[in-house]
């Protein structure tokens, strides 16, 4: 049953924050295809861990830095968004998965090609 309440408050916490984030943060360092990739809250849903991607790889860093830096704004935000107790401190963290996955799917054709050859 806990495990259900932390996926359900993850989810609510990432639909929320992704829609703050877009309309009410607007600041320019901000990469513009910032997507939040899963949140993972701690089991008394005081503190939550957000992963942030984006396309523009090299915009990643300054983009966790400026959430950091508006993590109490955002988590003011959610107050008026969530049907919770508390709400969590936020830890934003670089998620560089897609950029990983692009780079392995960009070798694995260059020596798939180079075997058809």
């Known amino acids: 049953m806990a495990q259900y309440r932390q996926n359900r408050a993850a989810e609510e916490i990432r639909k ?15 990469a513009g295809t ?26 990643l860093d300054a983009t966790v830095k400026v959430l950091s830096g508006a993590a109490g704004m955002l988590r003011h935000s ?27 799917a960009s070798v694995l054709k260059k020596v798939l090609g180079d075997e058809e050859s």
């Not at 924050?17 to 360092?29: C, K, N, S, T």
């Open 16 to 30: 929320a924050l992704d829609r703050i984030i877009r309309e009410e943060l607007r600041d320019p360092r901000i």
């Open 78 to 104: 959610l107050g008026g968004v969530l049907s919770v107790r508390y709400v969590p401190e936020l830890q934003f963290v670089a998620d560089r998965n897609i950029a990983y996955g692009l780079h392995i």
């Open 34 to 59: 910032l997507s939040i990739t899963r949140v993972e809250p701690t089991k008394d849903l005081r503190h939550a861990k957000v992963f942030i991607s984006a396309l523009e790889e090299d915009k």
